[in-house]
């Protein structure tokens, strides 16, 4: 069962002469418990279309659908009830509250949804647990390493058991050991926990952590494929991959 599709997805900015196309008729579709990374050059699209998938902006024309709800046809109100339920984001920069612990951080998007503090701060210690945090479930983000940083930050994610997550450049903050910790993380929320996980990254090794790939030039869809977890070599087909696209 796909969690995500889109048709013919178009993003158009300005008019007439100086009208650019950032995403120009994409198609793609992301199955339950599927980990997709999207990868392309710098300007390809890859930012534009991770926001036009988590409803943060709007199309041109074309559709995004979550879930089996076409997003452009939801009320703003029914907007922000999905993203808060059915959708989680992971950024790259944490984007936690300093002022929180790592459990009140994860707990914030169900307490803002009105469950109890008590209930919140549980479902988000079963998640930190999870994600080896159980020591450090009061430690402010000023007292976590980038990666514990961003552990929390997945956890947040994950809270409200959403249906499907956007990562943007999960990694882009982190040395190498944490950025491999994060992906193979994420790579668990698709495969242990049948989330639906689709990444933004430019980095080949990150990405070889997915099931699958897709590259994107000028807007469009060129090319994808599906990875097969016990090679070893992923990382450098798509770096490959990756340089022919940039030429």
């Known amino acids: ?4 599709e889109t048709k013919n997805l178009t993003k158009i900015y300005g008019k007439g002469d100086t009208a650019i196309a950032a995403l120009d ?3 793609l579709h992301a199955a339950e418990g599927e980990f997709v ?3 392309g050059p710098s300007g390809c699209g890859k930012s534009t279309l991770l926001h036009l998938l988590g409803g943060l902006d709007h199309p041109t024309s074309g559709k995004v659908i979550i879930n089996g709800q076409d997003v452009a046809e939801m009320t703003d109100d ?3 009830e999905l993203r808060r339920r ?5 950024f790259q920069f944490f984007n936690l509250l300093p002022v929180l612990s790592a459990v009140e951080n994860a707990a914030l998007p169900v307490m803002l949804d009105g469950v109890k503090a008590e209930e919140a701060k549980a479902k988000a210690t079963e998640w930190l647990t999870r994600f080896g945090l159980a020591e450090r479930l009061a430690n402010r983000p000023d007292q976590l390493s980038g990666g514990q940083q ?3 930050a997945v956890a947040r994610a994950l809270v409200s058991e959403p249906k499907l997550v956007l990562a943007d450049e ?4 982190l040395d190498t050991r944490s950025g491999d910790e994060i992906a193979g993380l994420l790579r668990d929320v698709g495969q242990k926990y049948g989330r639906t996980v689709v990444m933004v990254t430019h980095d080949p090794r990150i990405a070889a952590y997915a099931d699958r790939i897709i590259f994107l030039k000028d807007g469009r869809v060129i090319d994808e494929t599906v990875l097969e977890q016990k090679n070893g070599k992923n990382a450098e087909m798509v ?7 940039a030429n």
């Open 1 to 4: 069962m796909n969690i995500l």
């Open 25 to 27: 008729g994409i198609n």
């Open 37 to 39: 990374a999207v990868m």
């Open 78 to 80: 029914a907007l922000t």
């Open 86 to 90: 059915e959708m989680g984001f992971v």
């Open 150 to 152: 961003q552990r929390v």
């Open 170 to 173: 999960p990694t882009g903050n």
């Open 239 to 245: 770096a490959e991959r990756m340089t022919k696209l």
